[in-house]
């Protein structure tokens, strides 16, 4: 089985609706180190421990903790194996699951990374890493992210897979009379809207349907910050501003103003969004305090 395949295999094993971050993006790191010429093996308290934890903060889900220890240590256990561990023997499980805690990996100095011939086989081939990276941010995370993530891991920007429907686009801009559901920006030159966007309220790459209630007409910022779970919706349409949302008045006055009040509505009832989509995006999404 080619190196491609088995690190698709995660994306479509992952379960369910909820977000499962954790392996793309560790593995995101491993490549992008490979790419700057790092050896195979990673070690898990100097060079995991902070850096993967940054990076769930960052993309993932708000989560009471964060366990950059879990794809380190579960990547091995695929079904086809392409991830090794190094010094792992002597770890002592955890009662609740096999894994071994994050103080057993630093004591015994667990390394990780991808065995011998998938090394050989990224390092021989260069588009190789860039064909997995594209996989993984693609497959995982949503338009407005892919470019920002491609520049952070030092990736070529790949944009050549997005995929674009234009009715979804069409239906969402008309039901919103194009203009942005949180701040009512509607600029068109003549006809043609500028920088109003049909953003997915729960993202495709989790089954999200291109359907007008699955969608919400957003300008290019408030559909960026959307995106990233700096705002959100509750189940009475109401926005929601996280409070990790910081900068100046400009700031106040795009986000905090908007903040509890309700969204501009589609005219039409059964356009409005979908209160699951909302559910999954304020659980999934919004960046809550932590
Ligand atoms: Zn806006």
Redesign the pocket.
Known sequence: MELLDKIQAISRWRHGDQRAPHKPLMLLYALSQYKKGHERLFKFESEVDDQVKELLVQYGPSRKAYHPEYPFWRLANEKDPFWELKNGEECIPRKSNKDPKKSELIKYNVMAGFDASSYQSLISDPTLIEKIASKLIQDNFPDTLQEELFVRFGFEVDTSTKQRDPNFRKNVLRAYNYR?A??G?DLALDTVPVGIEAAHIKWKQYSGPCEVSNGIA??S??HKAFDRGAISLDSEFRIRVSTAVCGGSLVDRLFWDFDTKKVHLPRIERNYPNIRMIEWHLREVFQTSS
């Open positions: 942005c949180v701040c920006f957003l300008c910022i408030h």
